[in-house]
Nanobody, 123 residues
Framework: QVQLVESGGGLVQAGGSLRLSCAASGRTFSTYTMGWFRQAPGKERDFVAAISWRESRTVYADSVKGRFTISRDNAKNTVLLQMNSLKPEDTAVYYC????????????????WGQGTQVTVSS
């Protein structure tokens, strides 16, 4: 069982940066692949980035590649999402998720979810 709590969201101007953090409970955090997803109003929840438990392999959605960086600190049970060069279209609620799969790119591959944190990018 894993419990996830996101933080770090807020309001930022276009071109700015934010760093999201996801704190996980549980002693087996290092065995979970961690992902970030986002959901804008009236839209489906979309994949943003993921980092595997094995070798910390990373995968990014095309829309954020080169701007966002996902990382993890297994000693602190934390996964981070550094977001740079933010655009108004990045506005959404961002969710942290965990799975025991080697890698996951879709919502149905993840078993545990946080409550989400709002990111708003103004133009």
């Amino acid at each position: 069982q894993v419990q996830l709590v996101e933080s770090g969201g807020g309001l930022v101007q276009a071109g700015g940066s934010l760093r999201l953090s996801c704190a996980a409970s549980g002693r087996t955090f290092s065995t979970y692949t961690m992902g970030w997803f986002r959901q804008a109003p009236g839209k489906e929840r979309d994949f943003v980035a993921a980092i595997s438990w094995r070798e910390s392999r990373t995968v990014y959605a095309d829309s954020v590649k080169g701007r966002f960086t996902i990382s993890r600190d297994n000693a602190k049970n934390t996964v981070l999402l550094q977001m740079n060069s933010l655009k108004p279209e990045d506005t959404a609620v961002y969710y942290c998720a965990a799975t025991l799969l080697t890698m996951g790119l879709s919502t149905n591959e993840y078993n545990y979810w946080g409550q989400g944190t709002q990111v708003t990018v103004s133009s």
